[in-house]
Nanobody
C-alpha cells in the first residue's frame, strides 16, 4: 500500500504560479512512476504529467507542456508539480497517483491521493 497526500493548492491570479507537492508513505516510493491528474467541475479526470520511477522519462499533456514541470525527490518520498503561467482553465482538483509508467501515462493509477484544489482567477 502507498498513501499519498497532496498539498500546495490554492487561489492564484492568471499568470501566477503554484507548486504542488505529493508526499508518499508506505511501500517503496522509488519503485513507482508518479503522475499528476486533474478534474474540473463537470469534466472527467484527465492526465497532466507523469515521471517514471527512475525520473528518466517525463510526460506532459499538451495543454500544460511548457508551463508545468514535474519532478521527484526520492530522498523525501515526494513528487512535485511546478505550475507557471496559470490560466483559468487550469482550475481543477489536482490528484497525484502512483503506479506503473504505462498505467500512469494512460491516466490511471494503482494509488491515489485525496486531491488539492487549484483555482485560477481571471
Amino acid at each position: 500500500q502507498v498513501q499519498l497526500v497532496e498539498s500546495g493548492g490554492g487561489l492564484v491570479q492568471a499568470g501566477g504560479s503554484l507548486r504542488l507537492s505529493c508526499a508518499a508513505s508506505g511501500r517503496s516510493f522509488s519503485s513507482y512512476a508518479m503522475g499528476w491528474f486533474r478534474q474540473a467541475p463537470g469534466k472527467e479526470r484527465e492526465f497532466v504529467a507523469a515521471i517514471s520511477w527512475s525520473g528518466g522519462r517525463i510526460y506532459y499533456a499538451d495543454s500544460v507542456k511548457g508551463r508545468f514541470t514535474i519532478s521527484r525527490d526520492d530522498a523525501k518520498d515526494t513528487v512535485y508539480l511546478q505550475m507557471n503561467s496559470l490560466k483559468p482553465e487550469d482550475t481543477a482538483v489536482y490528484y497525484c497517483g502512483a503506479g506503473s509508467t504505462a498505467q500512469v501515462v494512460a491516466g490511471d493509477s494503482a494509488y491515489w491521493g485525496q486531491g488539492t484544489q487549484v483555482t485560477v482567477s481571471s
